[in-house]
């Protein structure tokens, strides 16, 4: 698998304030270089970071730069030790490349006020929520910081970040359902916040600036997202003038505004697009491919006076690129591919959406990834089988050295957009979480059926994958029809709802209850208890199961796939495969270094391949002779 990475490589350079930024990696190295050079001036280049220096010994370890203070003298630096979500906030003097004394612990976001300020995100301890934004002068104890704004509710949680104009720093509050906004002049940093729009339930909005007017996405009557916009100078009297309607079944996903034209990143039918609108003739047009499916997304794009668009794009076969886009001429240029393809010399790619019948009559997008040689192998009924299905996070199109590998090895890869996810609007989210999560996992089931009645598979062949919310997929679909599948993986599952969701005390539980419900209440209690996974072992038959997780993961507690695990020890019937993997250093997001989740990918392809071997050999075995 480590022979699919281009090993050395650099970043795309991004230009800031005179100088110009890029990372690197080279040879055999686990962590990027950060460097940085004068645009202008004659200079030598400057390392900024080299985290393989920082790393050694280490069991974990990651570090980033973020921002640079208005003179370049100063760079954030954040810092994980643990692989849990609490990042420590370093200070880096680049007159001597010494990091000053400065260090807090449990940051989120930040942003400079001057040469010598900040505000920071500050992080709580054991819930991790981001809970206050704080004001840090250099050289002084953090201790003595001044909390410029803390959120109370404890289902809300807080950012910061400067807007593309650079004249304005928003603050937000937000929870899954509801947000509120607040904005500063950046010439004014000692000034006070001025709300924008007062939180309302279930209303969540987005707010960029350009020129004097404040853009808003919006959700208030448009459960997929509308533009507006409202004068900066008069937010408290004006009311919001639509400028992008909403429409049914069409998710807006992100905007970027340039003087002559507006770009919406939008999603139909699992496919996302860009759509550019010229201001003057509002006419507008999709950015043409050649691929029909793939994945796009907005770059970066620091200018408002330019027809040149930035994009990002990648497909099953077009390892990640970015490319500008003459908004005027409709070209587009290659800037930079940022690894070397990996497809088979020799193999024909077939990728193709099917159509799915629900459990209630919907219709499920199933997209399927194969080589063409495969239809001529007879009885070949090797699946892998994979979605997510919460928090309205769409399926995208996979690319990389573990869907290849599968690919090439004569596997169908497929990937269900169930509901829980957005793929079909937020109506196709909300058709998927409370009262309505079991639609998430009957429509997995269905995407499994329709595979067999389909002799992609048969009943007992397929592989199935999912991580986090989607082990707990994985985990309520074993329960519910464990005899489709030959090996189902749970990475860092969430297995254990009920009582997650009962401990306040724990990360994430009181901001997920509109994700999930609250068992507190009698109603929610006993929905969420009939297919929460650990709840739900039965004396059955499994598959071979795979569990994977960390012990310093603060999102899905390592003791969740524990309970489980012992619970089928104890319970199941079969004498089929059941492993549990507990990686002592890692959290939610697995290892650190940019080889440790071939490690792990290559561990779950060995079992994998075996584990079809040996259902190869027990199927020979009922041949007649």
């Given at each position: 698998m480590v022979k699919t990475v281009e090993k050395n490589t650099s970043s795309l350079p991004i230009q800031k304030n005179g100088y110009s930024y890029y990372s690197s990696y080279t040879e055999d190295d686990e962590h990027p270089i950060y460097y940085r050079k004068g645009i202008t001036k004659d200079t030598l280049t400057e390392v900024l970071l080299d985290v393989n220096q920082l790393?050694?010994?280490?069991?974990?370890?990651?570090?980033?730069?973020?921002?640079?203070?208005?003179?370049?003298?100063?760079?954030?630096?954040?810092?994980?030790?643990?692989?849990?979500?609490?990042?420590?906030?370093?200070?880096?003097?680049?007159?001597?490349?010494?990091?000053?004394?400065?260090?807090?612990?449990?940051?989120?976001g930040t942003v400079w006020l001057d040469n010598n300020t900040f505000l920071y995100v500050n992080v709580e301890k054991g819930t991790y929520r981001a809970s206050k934004v704080m004001r840090h002068i250099i050289g002084t104890d953090a201790h003595t910081d001044v909390t410029i704004y803390e959120e109370k509710e404890p289902s809300f949680s807080v950012s910061i970040h400067k807007s593309k104009s650079k004249d304005y720093i928003f603050l937000t509050a937000s929870s899954s359902t509801t947000s509120e906004h607040w904005y500063l002049k950046t010439n004014n940093p000692t000034g006070d916040f001025k709300i924008i729009k007062p939180r309302e339930k279930d209303h969540i909005y987005d707010v960029a600036h350009h020129k004097d007017l404040f853009y808003i996405l919006t959700n208030k009557n448009a459960i997929n997202y509308k533009i507006a916009t409202v004068p900066v100078n008069s937010i408290d009297t004006e009311t919001w003038t639509d400028i992008i309607p909403h429409q049914k079944g069409v998710l807006i996903q992100d905007f970027q505004v340039f003087d002559n034209y507006y770009v919406i990143n939008e999603k139909e039918n699992a496919q996302s697009r860009l759509k550019i609108i010229d201001q003057t003739t509002q006419e507008s047009h999709i950015l043409k491919l050649k691929e029909d499916f793939y994945n796009i997304g907005i770059g970066y794009n620091p200018e408002f006076a330019t027809d040149s668009l930035q994009f990002s794009y990648s497909s099953f076969e077009t390892p990640s690129t970015t490319y500008n886009y003459n908004m005027a001429t409709q070209k587009k240029r290659l800037v930079k591919q940022h690894s070397k393809p990996i497809t088979h010399p020799f193999y024909k790619y077939l990728v193709e959406r099917k159509w799915v019948t629900a459990k209630d009559g919907k219709l499920i997008p199933l997209t399927l990834i194969s080589h063409k040689w495969r239809a001529k192998q007879k009885n070949n009924h090797k699946v892998y089988l994979t979605s997510y299905g919460s928090y309205g996070a769409g399926q995208g199109i996979p690319?990389?050295?573990?869907?290849?590998?599968?690919?090439?090895?004569?596997?169908?890869?497929?990937?269900?957009?169930?509901?829980?996810?957005?793929?079909?609007?937020?109506?196709?989210?909300e058709d998927g979480k409370l009262f309505n999560k079991k639609n998430t996992f009957t429509d997995f089931i269905a995407c499994a059926e329709y595979l067999i009645s389909e002799n992609y598979a048969k009943e007992g062949s397929i592989v199935a994958e999912g991580g986090s919310a989607g082990g707990l997929l994985m985990g309520a679909v074993i329960n519910e029809r464990p005899e489709l599948f030959n090996t189902v993986i749970l990475d860092v599952p969430f297995v254990d709802v009920i009582n997650t969701m009962l401990d306040e005390n724990l990360p994430l539980t009181v901001g997920e209850f509109d994700e999930w419900g609250n068992p507190k209440n009698k109603k929610d209690y006993q929905y969420i208890k009939s297919y929460s996974p650990y709840d739900n072992v039965k004396a059955q038959d499994y598959p071979n199961l795979l569990f994977f997780t960390g012990l310093n993961d603060t999102r899905v507690g390592y003791w969740e796939p524990a309970k489980m695990v012992a619970k089928l020890r104890a319970t199941k019937t079969d004498a089929n495969v059941l492993l549990l993997k507990t990686d002592f250093s890692n959290g939610h997001g697995g290892g650190s270094g940019r080889f440790a989740g071939f490690r792990d990918s290559a561990y779950k392809l060995a079992l994998i391949f075996e584990l079809d071997r040996l259902r190869k050999v027990e199927e020979l075995k009922t041949l007649k002779p």
């Open positions: 790393a050694k010994e280490k069991d974990y370890y990651t570090a980033s730069p973020g921002a640079v203070s208005p003179n370049n003298q100063f760079i954030m630096v954040y810092e994980n030790t643990t692989g849990t979500d609490a990042y420590t906030l370093k200070i880096k003097d680049l007159t001597n490349h010494t990091f000053l004394t400065d260090s807090i612990h449990s940051v989120g690319g990389g050295a573990t869907v290849h590998h599968l690919v090439n090895s004569g596997y169908v890869y497929a990937i269900a957009h169930i509901r829980g996810g957005n793929d079909k609007g937020n109506e196709w989210y």
